[in-house]
């Protein structure tokens, strides 16, 4: 039966009804569906119009029970030569199916084997550049590698590796400032790690949760990350998770609780069988706390000694963040404890280094840091300038913590200036932002520059009070200090005022707060000349004069200075005693020092 022509395939299809007709399908339809093909088709291959495929003639074939040979040489024809050669050619079908599609599933294995190594190849290499890049605080690299190693990581299967991809985007992210990308990744890296049990994943992504959390004013979901690492098996989880609730309760205004949580964090660090290396680096970010917290009190002097330390423990451990934080902090001490010299050499090497380092983080703050070094020293124009360039660099990389730095540097500049309209503005902006960021001593700076400006207000000297409580209760000497300066020089009677200026003087000396110590001792020579006790008045102002940088600084103290001997002069010429000659001597000083500065412009 030749298949190739109209009467071979009629043929066929005749034998295909009869095949069918002997099954128990009630009908050609019912066969049909059976078959898996239309009841058009089926009709079609009865009829003989359309040719029916090999394959699909074995399946008509199983269906009915008869053998293919049936289909094409009949019932006279199975014993016969022709069949026999058909059953041989069928085999030799069979056979040639077989190998080829053995050969097939074995290329295919083949290069999915080699598409699989060059995956594991491929996310080993991104694994190892990524870490490369993270120890080299890298974040724009990190954050164009991440991708890539997430997109191999997926096609792989690896939970693993997607977890550890999410780990370091987040890190990345946090290091630019985009805090919202950083939750998002870190929220997965922590699902992911949970998901497959890796405890390790699932510590590293509870540390990095904490500090992000903390950086969006989330405290509360901050403190939940950190404890459970605060009981975990590993030693470097414990220690690293009770450092971190430290910042946490520095940040949101409980230092001594902050303290405790860094002395237990001590404990850890030196209990267990650690490596003298992993300790070394430990009692680094220890170090670093603690003078975060010395800066927090406003104590200057302790601050400088914790920065040398720190310094001292971050270049044994070779942590270069570390020794750029301690450079930053002796900096700022350098700034408060007058030595301006010291702090404006110390921030320009802190712009260059920054700038080599790539470190936008540092290069903020150190811009920050010069621009109150440039007000302290009584350039405002350039103060201004700086302020404003740092407050738009913040605003393009973060909403966060730095950006309300900035405000409040620039509502600092404004006041200086005089320039109310301007100040509050900045200065309302600074406090509700670190309100909502739960950044409890920016928020109480903010206040108190406030309360500073609306002098006129009528409850002004009310504020006063209540910031100087509450810094007395959180334990911001300094920002009590100054709290008690203002009411002193606002003070009805003279003896309050004299009593508040001591207070303010004690405090400001105690904490190594130069500025402080020096507005004191003013407000107390005020005060005595209030009394009539020029004497103490005037070796107040002398002693304050003589320990003033050599610089013009301060204008705002230069100008209650000379206010303040102008009229103990005036008042020792109507005295019997005279006036000593170092106060007449002052204003010759006064004199060659702003000619001198004036020549140097």
Request: with cysteine; net charge negative; charged share 25%.
């Given at each position: 039966?030749?298949?190739?022509?109209?009467?071979?395939?009629?043929?066929?299809?005749?034998?295909?009804?009869?095949?069918?007709?002997?099954?128990?399908?009630?009908?050609?339809?019912?066969?049909?569906?059976?078959?898996?093909?239309?009841?058009?088709?089926?009709y079609?291959?009865?009829?003989?119009?359309?040719?029916?495929?090999?394959?699909?003639?074995q399946?008509?074939?199983?269906?009915t029970?008869?053998p293919?040979?049936?289909?094409?040489?009949?019932?006279?024809?199975?014993?016969g030569?022709?069949?026999?050669?058909?059953?041989?050619?069928?085999?030799?079908?069979?056979?040639?199916?077989?190998?080829?599609?053995?050969?097939?599933?074995?290329?295919?294995?083949?290069?999915?084997?080699?598409?699989?190594?060059?995956?594991?190849?491929?996310?080993?290499?991104?694994?190892?550049?990524?870490?490369?890049?993270?120890h080299?605080?890298?974040?724009?690299?990190?954050?164009?590698?991440?991708?890539?190693?997430l997109?191999?990581?997926?096609?792989?299967?690896?939970?693993?590796?997607?977890?550890?991809?999410?780990?370091?985007?987040?890190?990345?992210?946090?290091?630019?400032?985009?805090?919202d990308?950083?939750?998002?990744?870190?929220?997965?890296?922590?699902?992911?790690?949970?998901?497959?049990?890796?405890l390790?994943?699932?510590?590293?992504?509870?540390?990095?949760?904490?500090?992000?959390?903390?950086?969006?004013?989330?405290?509360?979901?901050?403190?939940?990350?950190?404890?459970?690492?605060?009981t975990?098996?590993?030693?470097?989880?414990?220690?690293?998770?009770l450092?971190?609730?430290?910042?946490?309760?520095?940040?949101?205004?409980?230092?001594?609780?902050?303290?405790?949580?860094?002395?237990q964090?001590?404990?850890?660090?030196?209990?267990?069988?650690?490596?003298?290396?992993?300790?070394?680096?430990?009692?680094?970010?220890?170090?670093s706390?603690?003078?975060?917290?010395?800066?927090?009190?406003?104590?200057?002097?302790?601050?400088?000694?914790?920065?040398?330390?720190l310094?001292?423990?971050?270049?044994?451990?070779?942590?270069?963040?570390?020794?750029?934080e301690?450079?930053?902090?002796?900096?700022?001490?350098?700034?408060?404890?007058?030595?301006?010299?010291?702090?404006?050499?110390?921030?320009e090497?802190?712009?260059?280094?920054?700038?080599?380092?790539?470190?936008?983080?540092?290069?903020?703050?150190?811009?920050?840091?010069?621009?109150?070094?440039?007000?302290?020293?009584?350039?405002?124009?350039?103060?201004?300038?700086?302020?404003?360039?740092?407050?738009?660099?913040?605003?393009?990389?973060?909403?966060?913590?730095?950006?309300?730095?900035?405000?409040?540097?620039?509502?600092e500049?404004?006041?200086?200036?005089?320039?109310?309209?301007?100040?509050?503005?900045?200065?309302?902006?600074c406090?509700?932002?670190?309100?909502?960021?739960?950044?409890?001593?920016?928020?109480?700076r903010?206040?108190?520059?406030?309360?500073?400006?609306?002098?006129?207000?009528?409850?002004?000297r009310?504020?006063?009070?209540?910031?100087?409580?509450?810094?007395?209760?959180?334990?911001?000497?300094?920002?009590?200090?100054?709290?008690?300066?203002?009411?002193?020089?606002?003070?009805?009677?003279?003896?309050?005022?004299?009593?508040?200026?001591?207070?303010?003087?004690?405090?400001?000396?105690?904490?190594?707060?130069?500025?402080?110590?020096?507005?004191?001792?003013?407000?107390?020579?005020?005060?005595?000349?209030?009394?009539?006790?020029?004497?103490?008045a005037?070796?107040?102002?002398?002693?304050?004069?003589?320990?003033?940088?050599a610089?013009?600084?301060?204008?705002?103290?230069?100008?209650?200075?000379?206010?303040?001997?102008?009229?103990?002069?005036?008042?020792?010429?109507?005295?019997?005693?005279?006036?000593?000659?170092?106060?007449?001597?002052?204003?010759?000083?006064?004199?060659?020092?702003?000619?001198?500065?004036?020549?140097?412009?």
């Amino acid at each position: 039966m030749d298949l190739r022509t109209p009467k071979g395939r009629q043929e066929l299809g005749k034998r295909i009804q009869a095949a069918v007709a002997d099954t128990d399908y009630d009908s050609l339809p019912a066969f049909a569906r059976h078959l898996g093909c239309s009841r058009a088709l089926i009709y079609q291959y009865v009829k003989g119009d359309v040719l029916v495929q090999l394959d699909r003639l074995q399946e008509i074939a199983d269906l009915t029970g008869r053998p293919l040979a049936w289909f094409l040489l009949g019932e006279s024809g199975l014993e016969g030569s022709d069949a026999q050669q058909l059953r041989a050619e069928l085999d030799r079908c069979r056979e040639a199916t077989t190998a080829a599609e053995q050969a097939l599933a074995h290329e295919r294995g083949r290069r999915a084997a080699e598409t699989d190594q060059y995956r594991h190849t491929l996310a080993q290499d991104l694994r190892e550049i990524c870490l490369a890049y993270r120890h080299a605080e890298d974040a724009a690299a990190l954050l164009e590698a991440c991708p890539r190693w997430l997109e191999i990581a997926r096609a792989l299967g690896d939970q693993s590796a997607l977890a550890a991809a999410h780990l370091h985007m987040g890190h990345a992210w946090y290091q630019v400032g985009n805090l919202d990308m950083a939750l998002r990744a870190l929220q997965e890296a922590l699902r992911l790690a949970q998901d497959t049990a890796d405890l390790p994943a699932e510590y590293s992504a509870r540390q990095e949760l904490v500090r992000v959390l903390q950086g969006l004013g989330r405290s509360a979901e901050a403190r939940e990350q950190a404890l459970p690492l605060t009981t975990a098996e590993r030693w470097w989880p414990r220690w690293a998770a009770l450092v971190a609730l430290a910042a946490l309760e520095e940040q949101t205004g409980h230092l001594p609780a902050a303290e405790q949580a860094l002395d237990q964090a001590a404990a850890v660090v030196d209990s267990g069988e650690e490596s003298p290396d992993r300790r070394a680096l430990a009692r680094a970010y220890l170090a670093s706390n603690r003078v975060n917290l010395a800066l927090a009190r406003g104590h200057y002097h302790l601050a400088l000694a914790l920065s040398d330390n720190l310094h001292a423990l971050a270049s044994a451990a070779d942590l270069p963040d570390q020794i750029r934080e301690a450079a930053l902090d002796t900096a700022l001490a350098d700034l408060r404890t007058g030595r301006l010299a010291a702090a404006g050499d110390h921030l320009e090497r802190l712009q260059e280094w920054s700038a080599l380092a790539g470190d936008q983080r540092l290069a903020l703050l150190a811009s920050l840091f010069h621009t109150e070094y440039l007000r302290r020293c009584g350039d405002l124009p350039a103060a201004k300038r700086e302020a404003l360039a740092a407050l738009e660099q913040a605003a393009e990389g973060s909403s966060g913590h730095p950006l309300a730095e900035a405000e409040l540097a620039v509502g600092e500049v404004y006041r200086a200036e005089g320039k109310t309209e301007e100040a509050l503005h900045y200065l309302q902006r600074c406090r509700a932002r670190a309100q909502r960021l739960e950044l409890h001593r920016l928020a109480t700076r903010a206040a108190l520059s406030l309360a500073l400006l609306e002098d006129s207000a009528p409850d002004a000297r009310q504020q006063l009070r209540d910031i100087a409580r509450l810094a007395k209760a959180t334990g911001y000497d300094d920002l009590q200090a100054e709290c008690l300066v203002a009411l002193s020089e606002r003070a009805r009677s003279a003896r309050s005022a004299l009593k508040l200026a001591q207070q303010a003087a004690a405090l400001s000396s105690a904490a190594g707060d130069f500025w402080g110590e020096l507005a004191a001792a003013l407000a107390a020579a005020a005060a005595h000349l209030r009394l009539g006790e020029l004497t103490q008045a005037a070796q107040l102002l002398i002693d304050a004069h003589s320990r003033r940088p050599a610089a013009p600084c301060r204008p705002d103290l230069t100008a209650a200075e000379r206010s303040l001997q102008e009229s103990l002069l005036a008042a020792f010429a109507t005295a019997e005693e005279p006036a000593p000659p170092a106060l007449r001597l002052m204003t010759d000083a006064g004199n060659e020092r702003a000619q001198l500065s004036e020549e140097e412009s």
